[in-house]
Nanobody
Framework: QLQLVESGGGLVQPGGSLRLSCVAS????????IGWFRQAPGKEREGVSC????????NYVGSVKGRFTTSRDNAKSTVYLQMNRLKPEDTAAYYC?????????????WGQGTPVTVSS
């Protein structure tokens, strides 16, 4: 069964850190680029980052550059999103999604999401 499962979300104070994980199963993980997305209540879904299938290339939305880092361990079929210096506006449900090939294009598979709340 093709599946992406996110974990690591939770409640954190402003300025704190969280690391999200996205574990894949049921497909050849290193054939797929992985994107992280987020959706806050009442807002549209936003792309946060992309990491290529090899892990050699990454990109980030401007609002998280310098604070978030995405990485992957293909041996563990896992992609990570390290989030530092979190702000209240980072509060959202975070999703990972898989796109076949060397960049995040058509997103074929989505996880169920993990919630992140940044609040004092």
């Amino acid at each position: 069964q093709l599946q992406l499962v996110e974990s690591g979300g939770g409640l954190v104070q402003p300025g704190g850190s969280l690391r999200l994980s996205c574990v894949a199963s049921g497909f050849t993980f290193d054939d797929y680029s992985i994107g992280w997305f987020r959706q806050a209540p009442g807002k549209e879904r936003e792309g946060v980052s992309c990491i290529s299938n090899s892990g050699d290339n990454t990109n980030y939305v401007g609002s998280v550059k310098g604070r978030f880092t995405t990485s992957r361990d293909n041996a563990k079929s896992t992609v990570y999103l390290q989030m530092n210096r979190l702000k209240p506006e980072d509060t959202a449900a975070y999703y990972c999604a898989a796109s076949h090939g060397s960049w995040c294009g058509y997103l074929e598979l989505w996880g169920q999401g993990t919630p992140v709340t940044v609040s004092s």
